[in-house]
């Protein structure tokens, strides 16, 4: 009994620090101009007061990037952010994992680079919010937004490319 009790510890261990590694992975994997964007939200959502843990990137289910020319592109990443167990503010990482007692962050970014650098106008795009409360009426807007963004330079949409695989 005691020996099947360490067995199933040890390989709860071992899937929890995969999970974690996992996880550090995904965003590793990003191109750096799509981890720019996820900073840029993880900075907007972590400045609320509201917020209590440190999320991190969970995963993409969008991306796509559009070559304007000049070093210029437009930048459209879905993706999701999941709460860890770590407080808000939280120094050293290495040891947060992911909680799953708690709804995902469902965020949209769009933004324009120069250089691999994010431009400040048009003035980057952040969609954040719980996904169970993520809306129809929400997706549209997001898509409106940031077509509208790659309209106004004159730029294909968005949300129209077919974006990058992985």
């Not at 808000?88 to 250089?115: E, M």
């Not at 993520?134 to 807007?141: G, N, R, V, Y």
Request: charged residues 20%; aromatic residues 10%.
């Amino acid at each position: 009994m005691a020996a099947s009790f360490l067995l199933l510890f040890i390989v709860g261990a071992l899937f929890v620090s995969s999970n974690a590694q996992e996880n550090g992975d995904n965003y590793k994997q990003l191109p750096e101009t799509f981890k720019k964007g996820v900073d840029l939200a993880l900075e907007n959502l972590h400045s609320h007061a509201a917020i209590q843990h440190h999320f991190l990137f969970f995963r993409s289910l969008t991306k796509s990037d559009i070559e304007a020319g000049f070093d210029v592109k437009y930048i459209f990443h879905h993706f999701y952010l999941k709460a860890t167990n770590c407080q808000k503010g939280t120094a050293d990482l290495t040891a947060c994992q992911f909680r799953n007692n708690r709804p995902l962050i469902d965020c949209a970014v769009c933004y324009k680079t120069f250089r691999e650098e994010i431009e400040q106008d048009p003035k980057p795009y952040i969609h954040c919010i719980h996904k169970t409360s993520l809306t129809q009426e929400m997706k549209a807007a997001r898509q409106q937004h940031c077509n509208n963004m790659g309209y106004s330079s004159g730029a294909t949409t968005l949300l129209a490319s077919t974006g990058t695989t992985d």
